[in-house]
């Protein structure tokens, strides 16, 4: 009874907290969609690994069809697959039969999209990865290399620093708070004699001290 009383009486002041903690999550979800959307896949798969290294080179850093070489030429006049487009990695990746895929399930491709992924990062669960696939992003539909952009990592530290431990903390904190008050009324009211939490052995034990 006591817990859930607790629990209860916290939740306005919880609630004060939320849109403190979603304003947050929002400003660092504008900046990471307008940088990571569509940035966080990759050429992969069983195709991609029997490729090349003059192909995957390719795929790193497209060309168009004017600007290539002898060799990769001969690539495109014997290729029965779509026409070539050098535009992006993706591109290149698809033209050559491999798979675009994602490096991590998180998404920065829209808002919603990035308010979940940070709500999922925000349990500390699985931020090192998508801090690193940040790191490597080069674009929208452009192969990941390796260290590109080493903010990512400093803004990702930075909000789990914020996002997952200040603003939790202020919520145990909270609950933490409205259970002291709860237990110190229950006292004030007779309702709660001293021992009610011990088991029966640390009753009899604490009674013997007593004794």
Known sequence: KLVVNALLSSVRPVANVIPVMLLFYFIFGVVATSSLKGALSACAGDRYDALSE????????????????????????????????????RAVCAWLGA????????????????LSSLFQLSTTEGWVAVAFAATDSRGIDMQPAKGTNQFWLVFFMIFEAVGAYFFLSLIIGELIQQFNKEAKNEIEKGAMRRGVLMTPEQQMWSQQRND
Request: charged share 20%; net charge negative.
């Open 54 to 89: 003059a192909q995957r080179a390719l795929i790193d850093a497209p060309l168009a069809l004017a600007a290539l070489s002898a060799t990769q030429r001969a690539w495109v006049d014997a290729s029965t697959t779509a026409p070539y487009d050098g535009d992006t990695s």
């Open 99 to 114: 798979e675009w895929s994602k490096v991590v399930p998180q998404s920065f491709d829209d808002s919603l999209l990035a």
